[in-house]
């Protein structure tokens, strides 16, 4: 499990801990991933729910790197973890997915099995692991883009 960690500043500090693997769910655009699978690529992990204004309000920069760092070597992924019991519904989702025209990876997290592991405790989150699967970065909030987008980059610049 991971140790709480207050800020972005406390993962750079810190020596990187291998991100704990996604609980099953239902996947929306994807097949089944794993993170182990995904070594070698940079992945984006927002927790999020689809009633969360603060959530959509992050949609169109989360979308954007989807588009412009997927071919470079980024997975997003959007686990979602229900507030309302409207958004337990792998339908009401589907729906929401379609409907918000998100392209990347989204995967159901309704028993907040992945939520615990990764010690989240507010929509949305964001964390970022880097080519072998350490988290390196993580963020609580809307904001804070242009540092996200940054430390995208480094990563992706990164060897293997």
């Known amino acids: 499990?991971?140790?709480?960690?207050?800020?972005?500043?406390e993962y750079q500090r810190s020596e990187s801990v291998t991100a704990p693997e996604l609980s099953p769910g239902d996947w929306i655009n994807s097949e089944l991933?794993?993170?182990k699978?995904?070594?070698?690529?940079?992945?984006?992990?927002?927790?999020?729910t689809f009633g969360?204004?603060?959530c959509r309000n992050t949609l169109p920069f989360v979308k954007s790197w989807d588009d412009r760092y997927r071919a470079k070597g980024l997975t997003v992924i959007g686990v979602h973890s229900p507030e309302f019991d409207e958004e337990r519904k792998v339908e009401n989702l589907r729906g929401a997915v379609s409907s918000l025209a998100i392209a990347y990876a989204v995967v159901?997290?309704?028993d907040y099995r992945t939520w615990k592991a990764y010690k989240v405790e507010a929509w949305p989150t964001f964390f970022l692991l880097d080519k072998q699967g350490r988290i390196?970065?993580?963020?609580v909030g809307e904001g804070n883009y242009d540092?996200?987008?940054r430390q995208i980059q480094k990563l992706l610049d990164e060897k293997s």
């Open 136 to 139: 390196r970065w993580m963020h």
């Open 1 to 9: 499990m991971l140790d709480s960690f207050g800020s972005s500043e």
């Open 52 to 54: 969360c204004f603060n």
């Open 33 to 35: 991933l794993k993170l």
């Open 37 to 48: 699978d995904l070594r070698g690529r940079v992945v984006l992990i927002e927790f999020w």
């Open 147 to 149: 540092e996200a987008e």
């Open 108 to 110: 159901t997290d309704n």
